[in-house]
C-alpha cells in the first residue's frame, strides 16, 4: 500500500474533510512549536524526499507520526495538516509554511525549491537552527552563574541584617555600634524600609534591560554593544545573521532580497542594522564596504574586514558559509572567555559581600564583648 494510501485509509489520522481547530490550539501550533521541533520535521522530510517520497506523501507520513505522538490536537499536527492541506491545494512549500515558520526559513526553503534543491534547503535551515542553539546555550551559560552568585550572597547579607539586627540590639544599643557594625545595622534598616521598593526596582532595571537588547538603538547603544552584556547579544544575533544570510545566498537568493527578507519580523536594533547595510547594498556597494559603511560594527569589525576580501571574489556564497561557520566557532569560545569573566567578577564581589557581612558579623559580638566586660568591671 502507497504512503498516501496508507495515511488516507480511514482511522490513519487522514483528512476526512477540512477539521477546524480551536483558538486555543491554533494559539498552541504557532507558539509552541520550537525551532528544535521544526528542525526534527525538516531532517524527516529532507530523508523521505532524498529517498524519492513525494512532498505530499512526506508531508502525510510526519503528520502521521505526530498525531500518533500527540494527538490530533497537537501542536506539531496542527501544524503539519496546515501545511498538508495547502499542499494537497496546489501551493508551494513556501506559501504552505506562511506563518508558520520564521522569514528566513521560508526563504531559504523558497530558495531550495526554486532551484531544485529543496532537500539541501531543509538541511541548511538545520544547520542554521543547531548553529544559533549553540550559541544562545553560551549567552545563557555566561549570565546565569554571575546572576546566581550575586543574588544568592545579597538575600545572605539581606536575611542576616534584617533577623540579626534586632536580636544584637537588644544586648547593645544600637546608638553605640560603630565602623562596619553600624554600617551594617544602616544596611539593615535599609532593606526592613525600602527593601521591597528596590527589589521592585530591581526587578523593573532587569525587565528595562532585556527589553533594550533588541530594542534599543542609536550611537550610545552601538557603544554600548562593544561592552558585556551588550557584546554578548551582538555576538548571538550577528551569529544568527550570518548563518541565515550565508544560506539564503547559497540558496541563490540576491543579497538586497535576503536582507530584505531577514528584516522581516525582526526587532528594532537588528532592523536599524540591516536597513543601514540594505541602503549601501542598494547603491552598489559590495557587502564589505556595505557593512562598513553602515557603522554599526556589525556583526563585528573582523567579520566585516572579511567581508571586504570576500565580497569581491568568485564563489562568494561558498565563502560567506565558511566565515558564518567559522564564526559560530570563534563566537562561542569568545563567549565563553567573557563568560569566564563575568564569573570571576561576579565570584569577586559575592566574596566581597560575604567578607564585609563576616567582618561586620565579628566586629559587633567583638563590641558587645567589650561592652559586657566594660559593664562587669573586668
Known sequence: MSVRAQTDAPGAGARRGPKRFSRWTMWKAHHLVRADDRSRIYAKLARLLENGVALADALATVHRRAVRMQGSDGPLAVMLIHWRRAVDDGQNLREALHEWVPGPEQMMIAAGERSGHVVEAFRGVIAMTRGNREITRAVRKAVSLPIFYVTLITLLAVLASVTIVPVFATALPRERWTGSAATFAAFGDLMREWGIPMLIGLFLCVALFIWSLPNWTGALRTKADRVPPY??????????????????????????????????????????????????????????????????????????????????????????????????????????????????????????????????????????????????GI
Not at 544570510?245 to 526587532?267: H, I, P, Q, W
Open 231 to 376: 557584546s554578548l547579544y551582538r555576538f548571538w544575533a550577528g551569529t544568527g545573521f550570518l548563518l541565515a544570510l550565508a544560506a539564503l545566498v547559497r540558496g541563490a537568493v540576491s543579497l538586497e532580497e535576503a536582507l530584505e527578507t531577514l528584516r522581516v519580523g525582526s526587532r528594532a536594533w537588528m532592523r536599524e542594522r540591516l536597513d543601514a547595510i540594505y541602503v549601501h547594498i542598494h547603491a552598489g556597494q559590495d557587502i564589505g564596504p556595505a557593512m562598513e559603511l553602515a557603522g554599526h560594527g556589525f556583526p563585528d569589525e573582523q567579520i566585516v574586514d572579511d567581508m571586504h576580501v570576500y565580497g569581491v571574489l568568485g564563489g562568494f556564497d561558498d565563502a560567506l558559509q565558511k566565515t558564518a561557520d567559522d564564526w559560530l566557532e570563534e563566537a562561542v569560545d569568545s563567549v565563553k572567555e567573557r563568560a569566564g569573566i563575568l564569573n570571576q567578577a561576579a565570584m569577586m564581589a559575592a566574596g566581597a559581600m560575604l567578607l564585609w557581612l563576616a567582618y561586620s558579623l565579628f566586629d559587633l559580638i567583638m563590641q558587645i564583648t567589650d561592652a559586657a566586660g566594660a559593664s562587669a
